[in-house]
């Protein structure tokens, strides 16, 4: 299965791919440097659908905890003063999802929106210090009867020139389900109350929609 979001570039890889097959067939008489640009050719095409694969995931709905809103790898871990939205201390647990991860966003918590927000901005490489407060970005806040108000930050990286935000203030979602998606290497942050209990450490592989980040 694959996101919606990439219906238009996968049938444009398609389209390029076969063109590009029928030109090296016609023009290119050595063999061998037919065969690998054959394998470059394949190669690009399954990197394609990779990235916009869209795997079902088993949510455990669970008003208590806050799940991975993306796959990748948990890369920080800290106490911060977000202010964009709290003004206040938060936990901020962000993961980094390289080109080859699921890029699809999904909501960490049941709830309502209460705030949704895109920044435009630069492009900095995901993991840089300043990328959550520089690049291109959105921000959503979503708040649970139990957790309280939970933050996560879309953020594009040094290749992402295009983030996907579904979040849209008043809608009610449900842990688990579809919130958008970002292109081509990113990060999201979440920031979560300082009572919250951490249950991923730095370095850890994540899923979106199942790995727990966090609970009360």
Known sequence: MFHKEGYKIIAITFIVVILA????????????????????????????????????????????QVISPVDGKVVVIEEVFEKEYFNEKRLQVSVFMSPL??????????????????????????????????????????ESESYG????????????????????VGDAVTQGTDSGFIKFGSRVDLYL???????VSLNQKVRGGETVIAEK
């Open 21 to 64: 097959y029928i030109l090296i067939d016609k023009f290119v008489t050595i063999e061998w440097l037919q065969i690998a640009l054959f394998i470059v050719l394949a190669a690009f095409l399954y990197l394609i659908l990779q990235f916009f694969r869209n795997p079902k995931r088993n949510t455990v709905v669970n008003d208590s």
């Open 101 to 142: 991860n699921v890029h699809v966003t999904r909501h960490p918590i049941n709830g309502k929106v209460l705030f949704s927000k895109y920044h435009p901005g630069k492009y900095l490489v995901a993991w840089h210090p300043k990328a959550s407060e520089e690049n291109e970005r959105t921000t959503v806040v979503v």
């Open 149 to 168: 108000k939970v933050l996560y930050r879309q953020i594009a990286g040094a290749l992402a020139k295009r983030i996907v935000n579904y979040a849209k």
């Open 193 to 199: 109350p300082l009572d919250t209990n951490i249950k």
